[in-house]
């Protein structure tokens, strides 16, 4: 089986994502391989009742943004702290992106950080669920440019 030397994992701290990190670093895909962990914040609209298309951000949301933007901060580097306790050979590194959607947010970083795979996990909806919520999982198959792993338990 092939080694990668890049492996981008999108976390977000959710058991799927962090079964698929678990699956990816005990097999031999990452021997030697550079692990990027990626966190995506979610993308906040909030537009005003006049349908004009301005943005208008209710009072407080700039604080709610900064704490949910510290608190992934702080997951990454517990999580990252973990794995290079866990994994003393590998080299870890973790990068948040700013409000975006997570499929296209993650193809991008796999372009940008030249990753050789990208392994995620799969919520596994189905039906009414998958048509509302959508499929990061299967956007990032569609479109990556790297061989993609998805961890469905």
Known sequence: ????????????????????LTFALSSQLANTANVKLVYVLPQINYYDLTFTGSIVLS??????????K????????ALKASLEA??????FAYEIL?????????????EA??????????HGRK????????????????HAKCPVLVFKK
């Open 86 to 91: 866990e994994h003393p050979n590998k080299t």
């Open 127 to 142: 039906g009414f669920d998958r048509l509302l919520m959508g499929s990061v999982a299967e956007y990032v198959l569609r």
């Open 59 to 68: 009072p407080g949301v700039e604080e709610v943004l900064a704490k949910e």
């Open 98 to 110: 700013e409000y975006g959607e997570p499929g296209p947010s993650i193809v991008k970083a796999a």
């Open 70 to 77: 510290e608190s992934a901060e702080e997951g990454c580097k």
């Open 113 to 122: 950080h030249h990753a050789h795979l990208i392994v995620l996990g799969s």
């Open 1 to 20: 089986m092939q080694a990668f030397e890049t492996i981008l994992c999108p976390i977000d701290f959710s058991e799927h994502s962090k079964e698929a």
